[in-house]
């Protein structure tokens, strides 16, 4: 993909998301891996207002390698591009019901969520979730980077999802499927619930 198609595919999911209600104000970032470098959102930008012109360019690193100056967690995209070889996108969000459960005290660490629908155990499988860190804070870099070799979601206590896919597509999909997930988690909390066995879900994980 190039540099340009690239822009116009982030802008364009960008608006998508915003106008949908998964992302607020300025919170939010994406990005595409472009070979060794990887084109992203800005600091403070907002992903319904994206300028195609305007985004900026780290390397594997994350040191800021051209444009506007990167999101404060682009540390955090260049960790899942490292960790994951095969991931050519990344979305980050801060959107309300997935961010509702990363602050629930009950939950367990190594998979928040259950299987509750195929499309989950395909699209997301298991769903680790990192301790706290102030946003920006690097030292979330390295728990990240590990915890992304075995899982291409990863949900940031009290903050948000992150989820890297084979393409902008592919890692929307499965961050929107993630949110809807976790809205019925909420919706259902209290109740007897039926999810998928182990056995049902393993089988969905290897499509």
Do not use: W
């Amino acid at each position: 993909m190039t540099r340009q198609a690239a822009a116009r595919a982030l802008t364009a999911l960008g608006a998508s998301l915003f106008s949908r209600g998964y992302t607020h104000g300025s919170t939010g970032n994406l990005s595409i891996r472009l070979g060794a470098t990887i084109l992203t959102t800005p600091t403070g930008s907002n992903l319904g207002a994206l300028d195609p012109g305007g985004l900026s360019e780290i390397t594997l690193d994350g040191e800021h390698a051209g444009g506007a100056p990167p999101t404060k967690e682009a540390f955090l995209h260049a960790a899942m591009y490292r960790a994951r070889p095969d991931a050519e996108a990344v979305v980050h969000l801060h959107s309300t019901h997935a961010v509702a459960v990363s602050c629930l005290a009950d939950v367990d660490p190594r998979d928040v969520l259950p299987p509750l629908t195929a499309y989950y155990a395909m699209r997301v499988g298991t769903l680790p979730l990192l301790p706290y860190h102030a946003p920006g804070d690097a030292a979330l870099e390295p728990l990240a980077e590990q915890a992304a070799r075995g899982h291409h979601a990863l949900l940031l206590a009290n903050h948000g999802p992150v989820v890297a896919g084979p393409g902008l597509a592919a890692a929307a999909d499965a961050m929107e499927e993630l949110e809807a997930t976790a809205r019925l988690f909420l919706l259902l909390r209290g109740q007897a619930t039926r999810p998928l066995s182990p056995e049902q879900a393993h089988a969905l994980r290897r499509r």
